[in-house]
């Protein structure tokens, strides 16, 4: 796989999808409308998933203004290294309190650490990159569900990469999710279409290369 993902476009030969679930309990709705969709990548495309819950991280402590260094653990190094290696990262969290789940925010929060760390250049890497979203809620209204695509799409505004949207399901009991045709038929096409550089409602659109 090519390390240049700063492209406008990445083929399909050079990619490869990291699936961070964030829920809470194994196999959950969230997980099982995120595997539907990954079923329809080609079979060529690595994919590599990493369940918060089984490689859990301290709280983030900022440390851009302390001189001491703040520790690397196991689990940091491994999902730094499984985020960096991904030209595409899919991000499926339930919507909990209308956002992200406790263990996904963790995740993003540790960006910010590492945007600071000397020589990884994670900002420069991570543009044009794709980050993608997929969530299952209890509610019927996808717009409850702004927050957590918010923070998504500004995230990947931030780092100047692409935002191919978020897959919605509806289900609260597990495998409930399974009963929403709807869902399931975006799936079957949910990476299928190209996604747009991120940009902030406040930047103008440019031409791109």
Known sequence: MTTDTTRDTIR???RSFLFVLGSSRPEGNTEMLARAAAA??????????VDLAQVPLPDFQDGRHETDTWPVGENEEALRRATLEATDIV?????????????????LDYWSGWLGVPGLDFQERMAGRTL???????HDEEVVADGLVTTLHHTAAY???????VLFGNGSRPGQVRDDERAMIRAK???????????FPYEKPAEEG
């Open 12 to 14: 399909d030969t050079d």
């Open 40 to 49: 329809q990548l080609p079979a060529g495309i690595p994919q590599r998933w």
């Open 91 to 107: 991000i499926a969290s339930p919507l909990y309190w209308y956002t992200l789940s406790a263990q996904t925010k963790r995740y």
């Open 132 to 138: 993608w979203g997929v969530t299952v809620m209890a």
């Open 159 to 165: 780092l100047r990469m692409r935002f191919g949207g």
């Open 189 to 199: 096409t949910f990476f299928q279409h190209e996604a747009p550089l991120a940009r």
